[in-house]
């Protein structure tokens, strides 16, 4: 059994970024720009944006910090957004989760730029991603093809199960292992035999948020098993797969946590660089592209 070790790879992409935007900021002069917008003093919420902020700053980039008190109205949060997006020198906007009850989330969605959508949770990012054609692509899940590339296990063709369909994690995860042409199994709560589905999994992704729910009896010998689960259990953060028993038949194993995690705030980082390079016409594929090798291209399925 391999352990993916999220953390290792997820500094691996910190350094190259790193690298790549000194290079950017010597040629132009100028460097990509973050701008994260929390809304309330929820301390779980304050706590991820700092972390994106210290990251944003570390990789070199601009951060732009808006941090606005819980009773501001939908109307100028969206002001706020509308200049944000009129902003060279921002390229990506960040609106942390969930946001105070009195705004919709959907139209502050609707107001970013989808340009600078580095969730890509925008409705034009994510049907670009069904159609196959997405720059800005959600964090969670291309950092998950990102380490599946890194620990080279190959995708195309094989059969991959996505346990969960939130927008966030496993509808944007099936479509990116589908444009890596594996055969994609979608289960949810109201799936029927979902033992009988995992067995067949070469690749297993479990984004649920049920402690434990997947154990050994659930997966085929030598499958990579990927944990995206965080649940706070008796104080400790636990995943959705068993992993003591689990690790004895998988092939690879994410741990939780320093598996899937410490990649989506990586991969944030990585969707800001695409942003900028996209914003000035530079070249170069960040994406989920990082750690691919070419030969996948090639790995037809007849
Ligand atoms: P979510 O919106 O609550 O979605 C959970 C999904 O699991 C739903 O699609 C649900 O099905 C499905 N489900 C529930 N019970 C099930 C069961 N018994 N069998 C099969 N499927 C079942 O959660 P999420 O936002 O996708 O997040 C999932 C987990 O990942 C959470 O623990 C979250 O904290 C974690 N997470 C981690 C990261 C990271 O960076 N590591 C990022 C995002 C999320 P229905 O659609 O039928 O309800």
Do not use: W
């Not at 390229?91 to 580095?118: A, E, F």
């Not at 959600?138 to 969960?164: E, Q, S």
């Amino acid at each position: 059994m391999i352990l993916i070790d999220g953390k290792k790879v997820s500094a691996e992409i910190r350094n190259r970024l790193t690298k790549e935007t000194a290079e950017l900021k010597s040629k132009t002069g100028c460097a990509p720009g973050l701008a994260t917008v929390l809304v309330g003093e929820d301390p779980a919420s304050a706590a991820y944006v700092r972390i994106k902020n210290k990251v944003c700053a570390e990789v070199g980039f601009q951060s732009f910090e808006q941090n606005l008190p819980a009773e501001t109205t939908e109307a100028q949060l969206i002001d706020l957004i509308n200049e944000l997006n009129r902003n060279d020198a921002v390229n990506g906007i960040l609106v942390q989760l969930p946001l105070p009850n009195h705004i919709d989330p959907q139209k502050i969605l609707l107001s970013l730029d989808p340009g600078k959508d580095v969730d890509g949770f925008h409705p034009i990012n994510v049907g670009k991603l069904v159609l196959g054609d997405a720059l800005l692509t959600p964090c969670t899940p291309t950092g998950i093809i990102t380490l599946l590339d890194y620990y080279d296990i190959k995708i195309a063709g094989k059969h991959a199960v996505v346990l969960g369909r939130s927008n966030i994690v496993g509808r944007p995860m099936a479509n990116l292992l589908l444009q890596r042409h594996a055969t994609v199994t979608t289960c949810h709560s109201q799936t029927v035999g979902l033992e009988q589905i995992t067995r067949q999994a070469d690749i297993l992704i479990a984004a649920v948020g049920r402690p434990h729910l997947l154990t050994s009896s659930m997966v085929k010998k030598g499958a990579a098993v990927i944990d995206v689960g965080i649940t706070r259990v008796d104080g400790k953060l636990t995943g959705d797969v068993d992993f003591v028993s689990v690790s004895e038949k998988a092939g690879f194993i994410t741990p939780v946590p320093g598996g899937v995690g410490p990649m989506t705030v990586a991969q944030l980082m990585a969707n800001t660089l695409q942003a900028f390079k996209a914003r000035n016409n530079f070249a170069g594929e960040v994406g989920s592209q990082i750690f691919r090798r070419e030969e996948e291209d090639e790995a037809k399925v007849v």
